[in-house]
């Protein structure tokens, strides 16, 4: 008796303790969707124009963050479901198979981006690459200039006229 009422305390206080996580969860989503609108008001009224990086780095920001939410609905749905259905008898909590398959239509879809990134960033090495080769012979050529004027100086002619 005593055991079970420890065990009922045990589970209260889990529960407690997730429906706390949850309602932190909640205020999170809130304040997120908050600074999204925050945002869609502020770029529909000024336009303000954003390099290509900072819209990189928010779109990789924004894959890893949808990829990491998307994971805890799975988990937060498999044990709603688990729940209802009574504790399964070989005792496993993992996602069903639709969220398997949903994580793997998820990891398709990152190892598409990450490839697209991957290109691009390539992309943008080898133009680098080139602009650094365009200066690097710029340079030499401005060096060959400056050594050229320095031995061979050339002699203007002594002008001492007045206007």
């Known amino acids: 008796m005593i055991k079970r009422l420890k065990l009922l305390e045990q ?12 309602e ?22 000024w336009d303000i124009p954003h390099s290509e990086y900072s819209m990189d780095a928010q779109h990789e920001r924004l894959n890893f963050q949808m990829t990491r939410i ?7 749905n498999a044990l709603m479901e688990t729940s209802e259905k009574g504790f399964p008898i070989h005792m ?27 290109h691009a960033l390539t992309e943008e090495i080898a133009k680098k690459s080139e602009l650094i080769t365009q200066l690097e012979t710029e340079k030499s050529a401005l060096i060959r200039e400056l050594f050229h004027a320095r031995t061979y100086p050339k002699k203007e002619p002594n002008d001492t006229t007045l206007w």
Do not use: C, P
């Open 11 to 22: 589970e209260k206080d889990f529960l407690l303790q997730g429906l706390d996580v949850v």
């Open 24 to 45: 932190r969860a909640r205020n999170w989503y809130l304040q997120q969707i908050s600074n999204v609108n925050d945002k869609l008001d502020r770029v529909s009224k």
């Open 70 to 76: 998307s994971e805890v609905n799975q988990h937060l």
């Open 92 to 118: 496993n909590l993992a996602v069903h198979q639709r969220s398997i398959y949903s994580a793997q239509k998820t990891a398709t879809q990152t190892i598409q981006r990450l490839k697209n990134q991957n």
